[in-house]
């Protein structure tokens, strides 16, 4: 199972614990053509009021591990190993009734598409008054005037009326805020929020943003934040995790990740953003080839086939080896799951004048800028 | 909303007009010569015309379907003739409106004719209804939330078989066996609240309702499984759950709710199909139904019997067309109605 000690953080004191601490986590779904390896060995810490950006390609596991964390696989084949510790208790060792009683209350999530997550025949105040009432033995106006203050906190105009909607009343970006409200109703220690901006307006993502930030200092909630999108994460998140196929391939403080990222894919995912005062001929870099097969993920390095650095590193060692998640040349904190031995000067030497040409003189700068 | 309605019936008038034409000309254009079909072998040039004009055969297709919406409307007299009135006013029948015609081989108005036939049909289809909503949303529920499992496997093949067997041979096999082989029922024979109460006529429905709602409940099964299956993947259902609602409330509150709706639909439509009559059903058990008149109708070339019951079938199906949409509108808020 886990390489830890399973009860290491439940005799801990949970001051020193962190809130969130997640050990070799592994999701596998047995399907006919064989077992599909959604995450594999998945390992971080959140504390309370912190935020975690998880940065990946769709089917990369970030997704499937938010739902683990949630406790939604339980009830599916999927299978899952490791540990999952959220204030002292191994989510992945307590009865569904009790992982039940946890959702919503001590953990929560929004998700992506706001107009497919609410149930389109109830109206919105019903639906986060229902939130509510599960951990709460209140009535239903009590819950109804507790789901008005949530619509009022999250901005909601007018919420004693806007209540009585049904969510295809509601713009995308109020869906949304009702979301957060339904999310934080119960005040939880962990809100996971699942591309919370991908099906909005530009416009209103940076309020959806906003308004997240706002209130996870206000309920001094943890954040995990799930993004492609590594403007969200330079915004929103303390520290980045990078997944590739189901793994942890880079994971660090948030600024020292995008600004000295000393994994290829990383580069990739920086590249492949637009960058607003850049020169309009320029092009975006995409990341070449698609994600790798859950299925018979490559040997190796699951990143190597796509890889444009793999050359540089001696030997076949990116094809044969899965390369470990350690620290690189920039200290502790800082882990990446990369063969290449100075990823530092490759960067500074390669990428960052293709993504960045002014910033490419000046490092330093750029950890200002970004 | 009444707006609405009054517009719907408003179209559903116009379809039934159109309708109606399309029939008539169907008809009309028949190679069957009615004059010298009710006139008979050794009838002459001269007898058939006479025939012909008497019965207004000769008359244009317009001034026909007129004198057919005209009867509808006002009610008419066969044959519509004004020396025959004076002359012999015992031969003449008046046809009262709504009067969809008079059936020369049945030697009554279609009126009347479906008057008598369709509280049979009527009895028939409520009582199949009732049988395969129940049975067959409860088990392919049931099927749904156990997927996968013997129950689920045993309830898609038994649909499977039952789908697959032919109507008149299930209704014979229960016919024989049922009822005269071991005598668990009477043998079926079709007795009116009137004539037996409501218990003789419920008991005498039983077999023939069962027969009927077998097909349908089986269709039912699978079509519910599925629609619950699908509405058990929706984000909403995933955030149902995340709320830590019990698994009851995600069921039945949740995803229940959504997935319920389209079958809505579906029986509204299979109803309004069955107020035509259930033409194998009551032919097996010689249930005096509307299917059976329509299939004597046909048989015997009995023109204004067939378009009647045409016509009455039409007007059930927009009928319930309306019906369908209007609760449409009162189960899910993002149908509005206009």
Not at chain 2, 72 to 94: F, S
Not at chain 2, 166 to 192: D, M, N
Not at chain 2, 255 to 263: Q, V
Request: aromatic share 8%.
């Amino acid at each position: 199972m886990s390489t830890t000690s399973p009860s290491a953080f439940a005799t801990t004191d949970t001051a020193a614990a962190p809130l969130l601490s997640v050990r070799e986590l592994q999701v596998h779904f047995p399907t006919q053509d064989g077992l599909v390896k959604a995450v594999n060995g998945l390992t971080f810490d959140l504390d309370r009021g912190k935020t975690l950006g998880i940065v990946g390609e769709s089917g990369s596991g970030k997704s499937v591990s938010s739902m683990a964390i949630m406790g939604l696989h339980r009830g599916t084949n999927a299978q899952l190993s490791g540990e999952i510790v959220l204030d002292g208790v191994n989510l992945l060792d307590i009865s569904a009734e009790e992982m039940r009683k946890k959702r919503g209350r001590e953990v929560s999530m929004i998700f992506q598409d706001p107009l497919s997550a609410m149930h389109p025949y109830y109206t919105v105040g019903n639906q986060i008054a229902e939130a509510y009432r599960v951990h709460h033995d209140v009535s239903r106006k009590v819950a109804k005037q507790r789901a008005v203050e949530m619509l009022d906190r999250v901005g909601i105009p007018n919420p004693d009326k806007r209540v009585n909607d049904y969510p295809h009343q509601f713009s995308g970006g109020m869906r949304q805020r009702a979301m957060i409200a339904m999310g934080l109703i119960n005040d939880p220690n962990l809100l996971i929020a699942d591309e919370p901006t991908t099906a909005l307006d530009v416009t209103v993502q940076a309020q959806i943003l906003d308004l997240l930030q706002d209130l996870q200092r206000e309920f001094n909630s943890a954040v995990i934040i799930i993004t492609h999108d590594l403007g969200v994460v330079a915004e929103m998140a303390d520290d980045v995790l990078v997944m590739y196929a189901g793994r942890a391939v880079e994971y660090g403080p948030c600024k020292e990740i995008l600004t000295h990222p000393e994994m290829p894919y990383t580069w990739g995912l920086l590249s492949s953003v637009p960058d607003l005062t850049g020169d309009t001929e320029a092009r975006l870099i995409p990341i070449p080839g698609n994600p790798p097969s859950l299925l018979n993920p490559p040997s190796g390095c699951p990143f190597h086939p796509r890889c444009p650095h793999r050359e540089k590193v001696p030997g076949d060692l990116c094809r044969t080896e899965l390369p470990l998640l350690v620290p690189g040349q920039r200290g502790e904190s800082h882990t990446k799951r990369c063969h290449l031995p100075n990823p530092d000067a490759i960067y500074a030497a390669e990428v960052l004048p293709v993504i960045a040409p002014d910033l490419a003189g000046d490092t330093a700068d750029a950890a200002e800028e970004l | 909303m009444l707006a609405y309605v009054i517009r719907r019936l408003f179209a559903g008038v116009i379809m039934l007009i159109v309708m109606s034409i399309v029939t008539f000309a169907l008809f009309f254009a028949s190679p069957i010569d009615q004059a010298s079909f009710i006139c008979g072998k050794n009838c002459s040039a001269a007898q058939k015309k006479q025939t012909a004009a008497a019965m207004g055969y000769d008359d244009s297709f317009a001034n026909q379907w007129a004198d057919f919406a005209k009867g509808v409307v006002q009610g008419r007299d066969y044959p519509d003739d004004p020396k025959l009135r004076e002359t012999a006013p015992e031969t003449i029948v008046h046809c009262e409106a709504p009067c969809l015609g008079y059936s020369r081989e049945r030697g009554d108005t279609v009126t009347n004719l479906i008057k008598d036939t369709f509280p049979v049909s009527f009895s028939l289809a409520v009582s199949a209804f009732i049988l395969w909503m129940v049975g067959g949303v409860l088990l392919g529920v049931t099927a749904a939330l156990k997927k996968g499992s013997i129950i689920d496997r045993g309830l898609v093949g038994l649909s499977l078989i039952a789908y697959a067997f032919p109507t008149f041979f299930v209704g014979l096999v229960l016919y024989k066996f049922v009822a005269i082989k071991w005598g668990l029922t009477e043998i079926p024979r079709y007795t009116s609240i009137a004539e037996g109460g409501v218990g003789g006529w419920l008991s005498s429905l039983t077999l023939p309702a069962i027969t009927l709602a077998l097909f349908f409940m089986a269709a039912y099964v699978r079509m519910t499984r599925s629609y619950v299956i699908e509405s058990f993947q929706e984000d909403y259902v995933r955030t149902a759950r995340s709320k830590g609602l019990p698994e009851r409330t995600v069921t039945y509150k949740h995803a229940l709710r959504a997935a319920l709706t389209p079958i809505v639909t579906m029986a509204g439509l299979d109803f309004a199909g069955l107020m035509g009559g259930a033409i194998i059903t009551e032919s097996v058990f010689n249930y005096p139904g509307m299917g059976k008149l329509a299939v004597r109708a046909s048989s015997d070339f009995d023109l204004p019997t067939t378009v009647g019951l045409v016509i009455l079938l039409a007007t059930f199906v927009i009928l319930a067309n309306i019906i369908v949409d209007l609760l449409y509108a009162v189960i899910d808020p993002r149908v509005r109605l206009g």
